[in-house]
């Protein structure tokens, strides 16, 4: 995953053994690109397969090119820009493996692509034979991460980033800056990140290391300063600058949308904004520069009677007006410093130079049309990259996001189709922590990422789960925590007493989706507790396609056969209230779950009943869909919900039916 | 743990509500130590807890002294350095929790204490009602990590860190260079850390944020260069330094003790060690200055005559003499940086200055007594701290490093008492890596640390197994990875298949003790995968203390009662093999596994067989007996023992005699 454009199998396969060696061709060192990345993937090779290789380095003094079991072709190592030559082939048979890039990037992705070919073939780890030809569909493959409103650590990012570079993302972008807490040091506003960060905060040499990190796996990193709402962090550095006059500006510990703004009728904004971006662009080597835009909704500028002044006196009719006043003159601020301005798609305003990159994110939860902001953009001129549909922070089923695709169904001419530069999945952070991010990312994004790269045709949703899967194992391979972080909030929920009955319930519920955990933004702070059986949920759970295939295979296909794996659910799920209760008396938060599993086993057992008996009384059925619309859970933040009640309950109405 | 020098009981206990707050009176904002330590134990307690409480900081506006749950008071912020005051005292009851210390390090260990006073009361999470006065032992209580065998990322060390000050460690010793890697960047020596890390070293904004890091936790950092023996890392990139002229170094990538030496007659060595320890020792706050010089068995000093003659022109009658100068000129560089030199026990020769400080670490394994160069050393007035007993890396059982006192048996003065100041765990990395280094360092370590802080008379094994088993608990919840890395190494090895049958195994395995495994230095490179069942599997194998118990009432008790669970351990054990087998066929690395597992299998069979039958044959017991000693499974690096294999040889000669 990402699907390649051409693959045809080969005949043999490569078989992995301690004699493995990479031989990299061209004017390479041991600190080149490709060298390193070669490192890792021995690495990560050994690491899965547990073979000894002899040669733990590319190119060792013993490896030849014609001994080598890798050998890497590349024309030029890259500069990573936007826009760079990313295809690449590969061939791998027993004679051999062979990656062919024009560019050491390319070369990288042969790279991803070959790890991804691991398999066990006779007892032993294999390479599978393949000849592949690849290369991405779009150019801008992005990930966004919040930092701002949970801090990320170093850590937390590189990891990530790996991550990234195995599905062949090339845009991290990351929003440093929110009502939340501003998250970069500032040698020349030193008050920023001292006041407005709790401590959590990037050094300026963390932020070029992960600069340099990135670019090293062929990632260009995109940073967001978000103004001119979203400030509240800004603003407790500089209350002086704030839309209301004689505000105390605190860091903001809720969720939602806020009022604070930076004045943009405030010369000293626009200083202050010099003076950060002049110190910070040189951390960033990429060309964009997101300067956010969005959510602002103006309250304070209707306000202040001096804003609505200066708006009548240079003719901006409206905030809309008044907010490219202050697009244009940040854009110009950042081309000082050799920066394009790039924002949410609330920047696009009729003066905006059609320099500026629209971030297109608004949708039906905003009360738009899908890519509305998309078509526009282009149709204006702009260059634009889809974010609306890759929310994945909406913890909607990964499948939902697969099948959006970045080019609208709208008829465009080729010139405005080009000017769709790609997409970037958005992890927003109100309610995610350090140890929940990764699960609430992967290995979801793979499939975005796959959207991103592989041609439109890709989009065969069972094929996509199955292999996600084992892209879920594969991206343990490369660090991410999901799997981990998921075992560890069980046990802690437990307090360390028997998890399986926990573990059996999360196969069956999902996180609540579409932000209606937390709903009125105020019931988790930024520092409450994300240790809770919401957190250890996630979307997509375990079991809930399988026992929807199966409800259909019974339902539409009368297919008897799966009965008893129907009964074997459901009898699983029943039970599961029993052990936990087992361990409830020595688990508070075990206790909060209890009320949930015993609901989710009455309607088992009510489902049970019916398919053994195969029918189901009026009674029982009305008794079940109350059991399925009663949620006592969310008084004590459950915040989950029965992801295959909708099954049961088509179950049994085609029982009660028959 | 460790357990306090006075406790008592109070009647009552505090209940943790969402009211929860803290209060720290004194001169304190946001960004003083008491306070970041404070926000840190309110995270752990929310998280553990599943609290939300209304007030996420200490001292904010919502709060006062008469009303916070939590009030700390202390009388001044300790510049932490050795032998400062970090005694407190502590009282927890219905009516609130008060911390009282003179210093702010005092108080921080209050707050480690209290984290482990949560427990589960009536079905929600409280804090133990009890009257706590505390204060350590010995002054120097350290852990230290070899980041040169295998490197380890500023993530793992900061996480290591925080572990340390939860057991009230207070002396971090990071072993930074070795034959295998030179991990410091350095500006004016740049070939250092670029040709002789892999690229695997810290910039020196890493360290100086690992030792602020450490600071804020009350943790001193002790920084070791190891010279002139481990010299390979420095002669790779200074080959012209090396005793041995013309040769070419490269990093050591096997294990051992290497000839590659530091020439002690060329002023060239003292110019770049000059320039070095001038740039690095302002990187560290600390005072002392760790030079290693242990294990230079001097072999490239006889062969190379020009180094001969310099001896004899110098009256330099032997190696130890030729060391000594070498020591005692690096003692005067050290000097003029404000640093006073450390090394392990070989420095201890007789022109030592008294100022340096002792290290020492030889003992049964070196051929002499335990402890014999302590006693050495404060006799001849030296400082001195003791490592020996405390080699985690040897896979011990915790139980051996639990009862080393590191205050010898033999009579001393109190002068020469007073000058043994503590004990360092020292954790090896040939075998480690970041991925498995947590679970050989703890929990077993919180062990060391109680014998470091506690009274003598703390010993109870038992009660100390048992606390551990807490302790392992709230080390996960303080980041220590040690459990979630175990259960990715199974899903690993089964290549994410069924995993319980490898758990089960990883209960009564245990990695090769004492250097046994990788006997040769060879097997395993540097590179080699550290992802095999010896790395999940640990010292202290999790069911074999129960299980020695249970033989213990049946054979020296004749208690018939616990025959039923020796049977089930037995019987559970009997069928793991057959399990493995299910799996093995798509799982390469549970192949090699399996031979060993039929023989656990086959040797509890024989157990369970003897039990039930109340009898064993003689041939049942050779047949047994060959079994045991059977050692297949070190051909395919399974490198792991049958921690419960005496013990069933002792209940089948009970069952044989009877």
Chains 1, 2 share one sequence.
Request: with cysteine; proline share 4%; charged share 25%.
């Amino acid at each position: 995953m990402p699907w390649p454009q051409e693959m045809k199998t080969n005949a043999s396969d490569f078989n992995i053994t301690e004699d493995f060696s990479v031989f990299i061709h061209g004017d390479v060192d041991e600190y080149s690109r490709i060298s390193e990345a070669s490192v890792r993937f021995v690495r990560y090779m050994t690491h899965k397969s547990g073979i000894f290789v002899t040669e733990g380095f590319p190119n060792a003094k013993a490896i030849s090119a014609s001994t080598a079991s890798l050998n890497i072709y590349f024309d030029t190592e890259a500069k990573v820009v936007m826009g760079i030559d990313e295809s690449y082939s590969l061939n791998v048979s027993d004679a051999g493996i062979e990656i062919r890039a024009h560019t050491d990037v390319g070369a990288m992705h042969g790279l991803s692509t070959l790890l991804q070919l691991i398999k066990v073939k006779d007892g032993a780890y294999a390479f599978t034979g393949v000849q592949i030809k690849d290369e991405p569909r779009f150019v801008w493959r992005g990930l966004m991460m919040d930092v701002g409103r949970h801090f990320m650590p170093v850590g937390v990012v590189k990891r990530n980033i790996d991550a990234m570079a195995l599905v062949k993302l090339n845009v991290f972008h990351w929003h440093l800056s929110d009502d939340q807490g501003f998250r970069v040091e500032t040698k020349t506003l030193p008050e920023l990140y001292k006041k407005a960060s709790d401590g959590q905060y990037y050094t300026q040499e963390q932020v070029k290391d992960i600069v340099k990190y990135a670019d090293d796996r062929g990632i260009r990193v995109v940073p967001e300063f978000d103004v001119p709402g979203h400030g509240t962090a800004f603003l407790t550095a500089y209350p002086e600058l704030g839309s209301k006059k004689g505000m105390t500006y605190s860091l903001e510990r809720n969720a939602g949308i806020f009022d604070p703004t930076l004045d943009p009728t405030n010369e000293k904004t626009y200083e202050m904004l010099d003076t950060l971006f002049k110190e910070v662009a040189p951390l960033f080597t990429d060309v964009y520069f997101h300067i956010g835009g969005d959510e602002n909704e103006g309250k304070h500028w209707h306000e202040n009677p001096e804003i609505q002044q200066f708006m009548k006196d240079n003719k901006l009719k409206d905030n809309h007006e008044l907010q490219t006043y202050f697009n244009i003159r940040l854009e110009k601020i950042l081309a000082k410093y050799g920066k394009s301005l790039m924002g949410w798609e609330e920047i696009m305003t009729p003066n905006m130079p059609k320099s500026a990159l629209i971030h297109s994110w608004r949708g039906v939860n905003e009360g738009m049309e899908p890519g509305e902001s998309l078509v526009k953009a282009v149709k204006n001129g702009y260059q634009t990259i889809l974010s609306n549909g890759y929310y994945i922070d909406l913890l909607l089923s990964v499948e939902d996001h697969y099948l959006v695709d970045p080019m609208p169904a709208v008829a465009l001419s080729a010139e405005e189709a080009g000017r769709i530069l790609g997409g970037e999945a958005t992890m927003w952070a109100e309610l995610v922590t350090p140890l929940t991010v990764d699960s609430r990312i992967w290995p979801r994004t793979a499939a975005i990422a796959e959207r991103f790269w592989s041609a439109k045709e890709v989009r065969d949703v069972d094929h996509m789960f199955e292999r996600l899967n084992t892209m879920s194992q594969f991206l343990e391979l490369v660090g991410i925590q999901h799997r981990k972080s998921q075992e560890y909030l069980l046990r802690n929920i437990a307090n360390y007493q028997d998890t399986h009955g926990l573990r059996q319930l999360t196969t069956i519920s999902e996180p609540f989706k579409i932000y209606s955990r937390n709903a009125g933004g105020t019931e988790y702070k930024t520092y409450s507790p994300f240790t809770l059986f919401a957190d250890a949920c996630t979307s997509d759970a375990k079991s809930v396609r399988d026992f929807r295939k199966l409800v259909d295979a019974y339902v539409d296909q009368s297919d008897q056969s799966v009965k008893e794996a129907l009964a074997r659910y459901l009898n699983t799920w029943a039970g599961i209230a029993d052990q936990l209760k087992t361990i409830a008396p020595n688990a508070p938060l075990v206790s909060r779950v209890q009320p949930y599993a015993e609901r989710v086993g009455e309607i088992a057992s009510i489902g049970l009943k019916a398919l053994e008996n195969d029918e189901i009384s009026q009674e029982e059925l009305q008794q079940l869909e109350a059991l399925i619309v009663k949620k006592e859970d969310t008084a004590v933040n459950l915040d989950v919900e029965l992801a295959v009640a909708n099954d049961i309950m088509r179950l049994t109405q085609y029982l009660a039916k028959k």
